[in-house]
């Protein structure tokens, strides 16, 4: 039975319906949050990424400023930008589109970021929250995927989850959250030695190493949930014939194109998978809709406004 798929997009939407609904509570108390986005540079897929921020935000009736401050700028440069939008009451999320060129610093900046406004949940008293259990802004793609896996009923008290990849931005803190779910989480990186053994224990599979269709069906055990965070832009023909090789609507859309986005499970595996998100429409429309819910949050907190009971849970 081919596996069960978790559409993000329509997990997504219902996000976006309830938090237009606190939106213009929020209005009606007259609060409108407003997100800083900080694009350094012209990297074309860092440029998507925030323009697809910003249109969320517009969306959603956030109002947002985007900064886009040149590739040669100096750590002490844009440390001057974040301390001026933390000053800001206008501005009540920050986000730092990564990643920055390689002379700035990019720790330093990251700890610059007012706490209250950290929506991407990077500052380490936000990420020490994290580890506490204490309710927090929580990193975006990972608690996405807890959304998604909580609104498809995937249980995960008891279940073993196998997270792969330990980034500080995807990987950790999504074992956090697991570990606070109750699931027994082990994480695997690019030294665990029999990385496919280790991954068919799983019952809950999350792929996050940037590596192109790598989780072939011999890693997940029948019936396995399967959650791709991975996104791989392939242009080689020979890539999207072995993987789209049961896939002619692909494949087809490859040749059309000349490209197409992968994530770190191979299309295969839904022969296998009990449930898998799709690539492209699983996680990647969340973690858009958590950066939201995030500012949304911060604009409450720092207004000294409670959150609502759910919230406040840590997720
Ligand atoms: P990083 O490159 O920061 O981390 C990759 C992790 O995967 C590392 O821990 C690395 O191990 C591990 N890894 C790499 N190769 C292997 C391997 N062959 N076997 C086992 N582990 C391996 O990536 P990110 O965490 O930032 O992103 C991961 C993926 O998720 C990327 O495809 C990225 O595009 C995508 N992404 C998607 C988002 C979304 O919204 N859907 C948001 C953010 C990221 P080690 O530590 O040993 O080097």
Redo the contacts with the bound molecule.
């Keep these: 039975m081919p596996a069960r798929v978790l559409n993000g997009i329509v997990i997504r939407d219902q996000i976006y319906a309830e938090l237009t609904g606190e939106i213009s509570a929020l209005a009606s108390a007259g609060i409108r949050p407003g997100l800083a986005a900080v694009l350094v540079g012209d990297d074309p897929a860092s440029k998507v990424y925030v323009k697809n921020k910003i249109a969320a935000c517009e969306k959603l009736g956030l109002a947002s400023i985007q900064i886009t401050p040149p590739a040669t700028i100096t750590t002490s440069e844009l440390l001057a930008i974040i301390e001026d939008l933390n000053r800001r009451d206008d501005v009540d999320g920050i986000l730092v589109q990564l990643p920055l060129p390689p002379q700035v610093d990019a720790k330093k900046i990251l700890e610059a970021v007012d706490p209250a406004k950290d929506v991407d949940g990077f500052h380490p008293l936000n990420v020490g929250h994290l580890v506490a259990g204490r309710p927090t802004l929580v990193p ?2 990972p608690a ?1 995927v807890m959304e998604l896996l909580r609104r498809s009923s995937i249980p995960l008290e008891g279940a073993h989850a196998v997270v ?4 500080d ?3 950790k803190p999504m074992a956090l959250l697991l570990m606070h779910a109750n699931a027994t989480v082990t994480v ?5 030695r029999d ?1 496919p053994a280790t991954v068919r224990r799983a019952d809950l599979i999350v792929a ?4 192109p269709a ?1 989780i072939t069906p011999d890693y997940v055990r029948p019936g396995a949930t399967v959650i791709d ?4 832009r392939i242009t080689d023909g020979g890539q999207a014939e072995k993987f789209f090789a049961n896939f002619p609507e692909r494949l087809a859309e490859f040749r059309a194109k000349g490209t197409a986005l992968v994530g ?1 499970v191979h299309p295969e595996i839904a022969n296998v998978a009990g449930a898998l998100t799709p690539v492209p429409g699983g ?2 429309p969340l ?1 858009i809709a958590m950066l939201i819910r995030n500012a949304v949050k911060a604009a409450r907190l720092r207004r000294g406004q409670r959150t609502p009971a759910a919230a406040a849970v840590q997720r």
């Excluded at 695997?188 to 665990?192: L, R």
């Excluded at 965070?229 to 791989?232: A, E, F, K």
């Design positions: 975006c793609t996405g792969v990849g330990r980034s931005i995807v990987g695997c990186h690019s030294k665990t990385l996050a190493m940037g590596r790598m965070v991975g996104i791989n770190d996680v990647g973690t």
